[in-house]
């Protein structure tokens, strides 16, 4: 069992920047994780994705690609999301999530609520 703890989310006005952090409890079969992100009414969509098994990977969403910056501080068992010029669209509640390698996303936290004014 894999324990995850998002923090961070806020309200800002567009154009601001913000970063979510995702404690998380060491798992030696992790592979990815990632941040998702739903609005009211929508699905659930991943954001940004980051490799934990020491390969250099990441991906990120065209609508944020440029704007978001995932990262890892394997020390601190941290996962981060840098939000720069924040849009009224990126408002949703976002979540961390891993998965080991070929698995699905097994591993979710409760979540953070952004909220991006104009």
């Known amino acids: 069992q894999v324990h995850l703890e998002e923090s961070g989310g806020g309200s800002v006005q567009a154009g601001g920047s913000l970063r979510l952090s995702c404690r998380y409890s060491?798992?030696?079969?992790?592979?990815?994780m990632a941040w998702f992100r739903q609005a009211p009414g929508q699905e659930r969509g991943e954001v940004a994705e980051?490799?934990?098994?020491?390969?250099?990977?990441?991906y990120y969403d065209g609508s944020v690609k440029g704007r978001f910056t995932i990262s890892q501080d394997n020390a601190q068992n941290t996962l981060y999301l840098q939000m720069t010029r924040l849009k009224p669209e990126d408002t949703a509640m976002y979540y961390c999530?891993?998965?080991?390698?070929?698995?699905?996303?097994?591993?979710w936290g409760q979540g953070t609520q952004v909220t991006v004014s104009s």
């Open positions: 060491r798992s030696e079969d992790a592979f990815r």
């Open positions: 980051i490799s934990v098994d020491g390969s250099v990977y990441t």
């Open positions: 999530a891993t998965r080991v390698y070929g698995g699905d996303w097994q591993f």
